[in-house]
């Protein structure tokens, strides 16, 4: 597996898979998406699958990721410690990783470095790489 790296300059959206809702039809609960989480995972994946590679990963993969948001009177790349939480804006990104053929199952991802940002120039930095043993070779 090579090394997949890429920034997908956007501002990055803010709703996440937390949001999705609940309708009880006919007796039985049905999750849905509400707009806004429709249209940031439609952006994600939009943006996403320009670097997908030809072939979905097979292998254990470590993945990178900041999350880089507008800076407005913050400092460049000052931490940010606000809502939404990195747990949930990756869990929507692997998702939708998952649905442009990054991989077969976002769970080959065993290790994950996310950080978010305030930012001059708005985006999504990423890396998947594949995981090494001591001795430096792929797993």
Not at 101 to 114: F, M, P, R, T
Request: with cysteine; glycine share 6%.
């Amino acid at each position: 597996m090579t090394r997949i790296e890429c920034f997908l300059p956007m501002i990055p959206p803010t709703a996440t898979h937390q949001e999705k809702q609940v309708h009880v039809v006919r007796g039985k609960s049905v999750l849905y998406e509400p707009a806004q989480l429709k249209a940031a995972r439609a952006k994600l994946t939009a943006h996403l699958s320009r670097y997908r590679p030809e072939e979905p990963i097979q292998s254990g993969v470590r993945l990178v990721v900041k999350w880089c948001f507008p800076r407005g009177r913050h400092r460049d790349g000052e931490y940010r410690i606000t809502r939404p939480d990195t747990d949930n804006l990756q869990k929507l990104l692997k998702d939708c990783m998952t649905q442009c053929g990054y991989w077969k199952d976002d769970a080959l991802v065993a290790s994950e470095i996310a950080e978010k940002f305030w930012a001059e120039l708005p985006g999504i930095y990423l890396r998947v790489e594949p995981l090494q043993e001591q001795e430096g070779e792929e797993i």
